[in-house]
């Protein structure tokens, strides 16, 4: 892997063949990585993380996937976080536009777009907005409205009270108060993780205490962009009827946020859904990457490069 992140002044390194790219928009400077197919080109993927996360949320998946064989892949900061700098709040409206404007400028006519919480939420909508620009949707652990867990709707419920701290962040952000933020490596977060989630018992409950902790995620995000961030996430979802495009929800077994059983309902109310249920709590990218990695791959090989699959089977 190459260092060379920081003289592009992205938030997370470029693996071996990556190169950093930048679109001006709107009110903000995007950040975004292109790695090119290592075979006969089949399509194109896009990844988008999560709350309080960066385009490093994908760099392991990505270092290890198959898909790199068949498929060129894009990942960047979302608008607001990490090197993607936004003059104002931004919205899922916002951030599907530049989804839509990175395929612009990258020349792609029609992509797989693949989303983790917040991004599953822009996912979904950008499939509901922009179908027309879309292969196919992975969503891991959305935050379906009809799926919400009971902490869940707790959390929702909230969304006024976020919507008044949000705002009384960006008057004294407007007053010149702002904080340092740490760099976040989520890849070497992940690896730590691992340790407490084999420990099990108290370590299992302090890793799920951490990567659920407020506190814990201001230290890599402003505080206002985090209100922000948790006031989109927590937008009714689009309705099933309006997805045309083939999706492939994976869900978390253990429910700290969604139920799976009725998550599958919504994916079973889709045109061409198929669901997967994957044994984590929230964080599936961190607890339990191969099996994520195995049916993503499996659903995207199958629906749109099955000969590809064919090949990198026989390698």
């Given at each position: 892997m190459s260092a060379v992140y920081e003289k592009e002044k992205l938030a997370y390194r470029l693996l071996d063949g990556e190169t950093a790219k930048r679109l001006e928009r709107p009110g903000a400077s995007l950040r975004y990585s292109v790695l090119p197919c290592s075979g006969e080109k089949a399509g194109t993927v896009i990844f988008l993380h999560g709350v309080a996360s960066?385009?490093?949320?994908?760099?392991?998946?990505?270092?290890?996937?198959?898909?790199?064989?068949?498929?060129?892949?894009?990942?960047?900061?979302?608008?607001?976080?990490?090197?993607?700098?936004?003059?104002?709040q931004a919205r899922l409206e916002d951030w599907c536009g530049d989804v839509e404007a990175i395929l612009q400028a990258e020349n792609v006519a029609k992509a797989i777009v693949v989303g983790h919480s917040l991004g599953a939420q822009v996912a979904v909508n950008f499939a509901a907005r922009y179908a027309d620009r879309v292969c196919g949707v992975v969503l891991l652990d959305p935050l379906i409205s009809e799926a919400l867990t009971p902490k869940a709707l707790q959390m929702r419920a909230k969304l006024p009270y976020l919507k008044v701290m949000e705002r009384f962040c960006r008057l004294g952000n407007a007053l010149g108060f702002s904080r340092r933020l740490q760099n976040q490596d989520l890849r070497a977060m992940d690896a730590k993780a691992r340790e407490k989630i084999a420990a099990g018992g108290k370590e299992l409950e302090e890793f799920i205490k951490e990567y659920s902790?407020?506190?814990?995620?201001?230290?890599?995000?402003?505080?206002?962009?985090?209100?922000?961030?948790?006031?989109?996430?927590?937008?009714?979802?689009?309705?099933?009827?309006?997805?045309?495009?083939?999706?492939?929800?994976?869900?978390?077994?253990?429910?700290?946020?969604?139920?799976?059983?009725?998550?599958?309902?919504?994916?079973?109310?889709?045109?061409?859904?198929?669901?997967?249920?994957?044994?984590?709590?929230?964080?599936?990218?961190?607890?339990?990457?191969?099996?994520?990695?195995?049916?993503?791959?499996?659903?995207?090989f199958k629906r749109f490069a099955p000969q590809s699959a064919a090949q990198a089977s026989s390698n």
């Open positions: 960066n385009g490093s949320r994908w760099e392991e998946f990505i270092e290890g996937t198959s898909l790199r064989k068949a498929f060129d892949i894009l990942r960047c900061d979302l608008r607001g976080h990490a090197a993607s700098v936004s003059s104002r902790s407020a506190r814990a995620d201001l230290k890599y995000i402003h505080s206002a962009v985090y209100l922000h961030d948790l006031i989109e996430v927590g937008r009714p979802t689009p309705a099933p009827e309006s997805i045309t495009v083939p999706m492939l929800v994976i869900g978390a077994s253990a429910g700290t946020f969604t139920d799976a059983q009725a998550m599958r309902q919504w994916v079973n109310a889709l045109k061409d859904g198929q669901m997967a249920v994957v044994k984590c709590a929230h964080w599936p990218l961190t607890e339990c990457p191969r099996d994520v990695a195995d049916v993503i791959e499996g659903w995207v």
